[in-house]
Structures are given as C-alpha cells and as structure tokens.
C-alpha cells in the first residue's frame, strides 16, 4: 500500500503564489517512478497538472506551462509543486501519485490516491 500526504494548500487572491508537498509512504524501494500533480475541481473530472521523470525531466498540462514547476526529493520521497500567477480557474483539490510517465498523463488507474490539499483562488 502506497501513502500519499499532500499539504501547503489554502486561499489566496489571483496572482498570488502557493508552493504544496506530498510526502509519499512506499513500501517498495530501488524502483524508479515518475511523479505526478493532479487536481479536480468541483463537478469536474481529475485531470494531470505536471509529472516529473525519475531522471528530473518533467511535463506540464498546457494550462499551468510557464506558471507552476514540478520537483522531487528523492531522499525525502517528496514531490512539490510551486504555483505561480494562480488564478481563480487553478480552484481545486490538488492530489500527487506515483506511476509511469504515461500512467500520470492518463490519470490512472491508480490503487489509491491521498486525501489532496485544497487550493481556492479569488480574482
């Protein structure tokens, strides 16, 4: 079972910034994953924020290009994202998971997902 503890949400005007974190719990180690920010807003579907390759590289949605940056820490087993120019569209529940590049980009199927970190952005 994998664990997932996202934080750094909360309310902010637009423009500003939020950095989160997610802390992640695997019982499996050596193995090379990708990471991924997700979001989901209300009656919408979860869709991919930005993934990180294990080799540093990284992928963005076209809606946050230029805007948020995605990184890891590899010995914390931690992923954060730095979100910058928010703006009232960027109103979510953030989530992180771990995966293959293309398993992030789908958005699944995973085995669970963390309880995410509320983000509400006020024009």
């Known amino acids: 079972q994998v664990y997932f503890d996202e934080s750094g949400g909360g309310s902010v005007q637009a423009g500003e910034s939020l950095k989160l974190t997610c802390i992640i719990t695997?019982?499996?180690?050596?193995?090379?994953?990708?990471l991924g920010w997700f979001r989901q807003a209300p009656g919408k579907q979860r869709e991919f924020v930005a993934g990180?390759?294990?080799?540093?590289?990284?992928k963005y949605a076209d809606s946050v290009k230029g805007r948020f940056t995605i990184s890891r820490e590899k010995p914390k087993n931690a992923v954060y994202l730095q979100m910058n120019n928010l703006q009232p569209h960027d109103t979510a529940v953030y989530y992180c998971n771990l995966g293959d590049m293309a398993l992030l980009q789908a958005v699944g199927p995973f085995n669970s997902w963390g309880q995410g970190t509320q983000v509400t952005v006020s024009s």
């Open positions: 990180v390759y294990w080799t540093g590289g990284t």
């Open positions: 695997a019982p499996r180690s050596g193995e090379s994953y990708s």
